[in-house]
């Protein structure tokens, strides 16, 4: 099929990745899906939520944001904690990113994820995960560097990406042209042992088959396991 960028159903976007985007966070990257554009950054801080306490463990949570001009219209920045889409979003990326951290390993310290849009054409959630991970390697390789931990808490890789149905084919990481006009889209995340994190899906218009359905799945792991080679290149974790 024919896709409004020239890519074939089965092509990530262009996907780049600069390390150590921001001066002074311990870890953080610009990461580029395509035109969508997220700076993630790390922030390591002592202590634990009031329900960790004395537990001998950490935690792992996210934020996440557009910037006004990170679209084609203005939007307005939000206040009292973001809109529901926007909790949702930051929500999903601490779940991903804590199936893959050892808590006990990390000791009672907190680290922090910001996911900021610069510039969004659709996947920014999964673009937030994908470098919310290299972000939170880059921070931990600083920490264990100045002997804050022994071992890296990481258990294993995680990645997400977009998949959906666009004329009956399955497509692999939507544009925002594409996530608007699609008949379903849906956002995985991937482990490296490839068991899944999340998945939501959801059809506009007309219900998709469990054919289509496992179509799109297949398509996601293949895209996933592509960005884990660029997770891999960027901050060296699983080489």
Not at 52 to 62: E, F, H, I, P, R
Request: contains cysteine; glycine residues 12%; proline residues 2%.
């Amino acid at each position: 099929m024919s896709r409004i960028d020239g890519r074939k159903a089965n092509q990530l976007r262009q996907v780049s990745v600069q390390k150590n985007y921001l001066k002074h966070a311990e870890g953080s990257c610009l990461i580029s899906f395509g035109d969508t554009k997220v700076v993630c950054s790390a922030s390591v801080e002592d202590g634990v939520p009031p329900f960790l306490k004395g537990k001998g463990q950490g935690w792992v949570t996210a934020e996440y944001g557009m910037l006004p001009r990170s679209c084609a219209q203005r939007i307005n920045r939000e206040k009292g904690g973001g809109s529901g889409r926007t909790q949702e979003i930051q929500r999903l990326i601490g779940r991903s990113l804590r199936a893959v951290v050892d808590m006990q390993a990390l000791g009672e310290r907190t680290i922090k994820i910001d996911c900021d849009v610069i510039q969004g054409d659709g996947g920014t959630r999964t673009a937030s995960i994908t470098g919310g991970f290299i972000a939170l390697v880059l921070a931990l390789n600083k920490i264990r560097k100045a002997g804050l931990i022994t071992v890296l808490p990481l258990k294993e890789q995680v990645a997400a990406v977009s998949v959906g149905m666009k004329d009956g084919a399955a497509i692999l990481d939507l544009n925002y042209a594409e996530d608007s006009s699609a008949e379903v889209d849906m956002n995985i995340v991937m482990v490296g042992s490839g068991k899944f994190v999340e998945v939501q899906g959801t059809a506009e218009g007309k219900a998709f088959s469990r054919q289509d359905m496992d179509s799109m799945v297949k398509l996601a792991e293949k895209g996933i396991r592509e960005l884990f080679a660029v997770q891999k290149k960027a901050c060296g974790y699983g080489k």
